[in-house]
């Protein structure tokens, strides 16, 4: 495999990231290196692109235009959440063979390493020659098998730097503030959140990860406790907050005001928190707080200006990776990133068979897992080199006034 | 008045903004500088932390501390929302005698510029000599007099850097996104958003700003419009976007849901906006296209991360002018900011009645307003110089593929 030569397409799938394009363009920069690629086509809108002949030359494109396109936020071939068919995997399979693609690059998450299996399956059975590699993205960090997923570590940044900013608010003047952070099955973005901790008394005071089933009794008292003990409560809360079996965090009402529940994009989560905690202060006599209720919705996966470095750099190198996988005949994969053991941050990268990663979801460990509401701060140790030195902020002393 | 001596007193009110601490610490270091003064004390909470006697000493903080605490975001005094009634004023009077504090700066919006007129004034009839500036702040941009306020080029700029983060989000994968943006009664804010384009076809493609009321139908005519040009739309929208008389964004059922319609902290308005989006593109037929809404609530006040330079700057400069004004002997009054003619951007201080600014609010000049949905361009190029340069983005240049 290792003698052939043809184009290399590259596509981006599923919910944008800060970093996606690094891996496209590492993926580009790769490829132009390499003398078997006569051609990088990019497929816009990934599997939909290819199926409808919707592609660009990524060959052209000038290298010192590319690092800006680098640095810039969400999918530049455009993006799509789509599931071929079989007889789609077919007509792709045909449109690769005509355009002589013999590797592709596949640039997304859980669902995009499905889609990828399927493609790779069908050129198998169709005895095509085709090199595919998965290059993972997603802010949810909910990939199996890798230590961590590009996309995630700037997400977790925008977190920490928003629940920062909030606690600042909160602490100015009082109340409960309950975030509503995204992740629907795995809570590692939610609790990114812990980073925003400088003092003791800092919020979050509480992180509700959907690992953990939580009932709203639970939540409501939890809320009232800290705001008892704080005059103020900053709640970051995970859009897949569950409830045990047969409580629900939705009465009939909300759901239907709300339609179908979209869970980012959509203010109804929060809203329905907040009814739970005025509730919960009206039952011990305070009426007129300050409840409030942010979702913070796509900022997480696309603000701009609020990139991790370390991050950046590894969406980078597991674009580049990617190719080099590709093109040295080795089996298709996804690309997984390894922490080295021992003190200090660095990381290996390896190949992992498509199926370890299709379909699984990974969940926050059970460690660091100590019940509704508690995320163990070792978490914090495990996720800051990934999110880097975050903005200074100071307390005034507080100083008595002397005589 | 200008021989007299004593101690100065400062005081922060309303909602925070990431640079109200920079007029803080201006303050401090200006009052500081001043043999006059004996005493910088900082009341908590602003009138309340007077009237409680919760106070601290600010004279004895490090001044290396000091610098970090300016850059903190939110209020470091802790902030109130308070109008005195006339006991009160008169008990805060015998409080500031009680301290000999002899100048007041008050930091806050429109509200507390009118705290400090009814303390100036109780000052007055009780012949008391009290030096009061109001120090302006608000993310709004709604005070009266002066060019722009301390606290908006930050606020803009968030905004800016988020409607770039979906605009690209939205150019990824489509479909329509509603953005629902601080500003209750002027559209400053939610006309920041525009910075955001850089191409013809960049959002956002609609700002709804409360100056110019619009129709749910016109509303849902010019989303179906832009969604059918581009496949996409981005709206920028008030919180206090508003309807012509006789015509309601809620109806009953939207209001008993939200109960009393908070703005902000709740993703009431958005749902409701996006609702109307939805009908209006499955009377053209399109059903199943995403439609999001995203409220950006606190973050635009509080995010830790995106301050504008400039506004810091200012918002130091006019913390140290308040003290020049105060301890000069000149007239109570608020702190305005002046935009020199010409080329480039310089700016000039000078000191306001307190009259002008008091229960005013500044609307968006009829200028910019080009009718529901449109904000005339122009508006950037008196915007850009507060919120200074934003980070870079580009597109790929999607060039064909040959042969």
Redesign the interface.
Known sequence: MSKRSGSLLVG?SG??TAVINQSLVGIVEAARGRAEVR?V??A?RGIQGLLEGD????S??DPA?LE??A???????????KKPSEAECGRALERLAELDVRWFCYIGGNDTSETAHLLAEAADRAGYELGLIHVPKTIDNDLEVTDHCPGYGSAARFVA??V???N??N???GGV?IDVIMGRHAGWLTAASLLAKRFEDDGPHLVYAPEVEVDPDTFERQVVEVYQQYGRCVVAVSEGIRAPAGRTWYES??VD???NM?L?????L??VL??HVKRALARIGVEKE??????????Q??????TSEVDALEAREVGRRAVGYALDGGPDGTVVIERRPGPGYAVDYRLAPLESVAGHTRLLPEAYLLGPGRIDPSFCDWLRPLVGA?????????????S
């Open positions: 981006q919910g944008p051609r086509i990019g816009r592609l660009v030359d990524l052209a494109e235009h800006r396109v640095s810039t936020p969400c999918a530049a071939l455009r993006s799509v959440r730097q928003a920062m900013g909030d600042l608010d602490r100015s003047l503030k009402d909300d005001q709300h339609g979209t980012s994009g959509s203010g109804a929060g809203d907040a009814v300050r409840v409030r209720a942010d979702t913070f919705g796509y900022l996966r696309a603000f701009v200006g609020c975050l903005p200074d902020v100071a307390r005034l002393h507080d100083l008595p006034l002397g």
